[in-house]
């Protein structure tokens, strides 16, 4: 009869430290309401202007009005990789016999 002599085993298991994140950074997008052209970004509202004037799309009123609206636009998304560290973690047991448990 046998006696089993067990020794650990052991494999490399990944633990996260912190988990990926994904961030949107948002910026106006400006549309124009008579044909849906759009423009976003720091110079968007200049550029805006410039389509409004040079397509003719600026409305005559008694009082001035709004010929495009202001959206909220995603300009990119920020990306932080997870993080992590390899732990060994035991699995099981081996006899050196072969057998396990």
Do not use: I
């Amino acid at each position: 009869m046998h006696e089993h002599s067990w020794q650990p085993v052991f494999e490399d298991a990944w633990v996260v430290d912190s988990p990926r994140v994904e961030t949107p950074v948002y910026e106006r997008l400006y549309v124009c309401k008579t044909c849906g052209w759009s423009t976003q970004g720091d110079s968007g509202l200049v550029c805006m202007d410039s389509h409004l004037v040079s397509q003719g799309h600026v409305r005559k009123a008694a009082r001035p009005t709004m010929n495009y609206e202001v959206r909220r636009a995603v300009a990119r998304v920020d990306v932080v990789e997870e993080v992590g560290h390899y732990e060994q973690v035991q699995t099981g047991e081996r006899c050196d016999c072969g057998e396990t448990r």
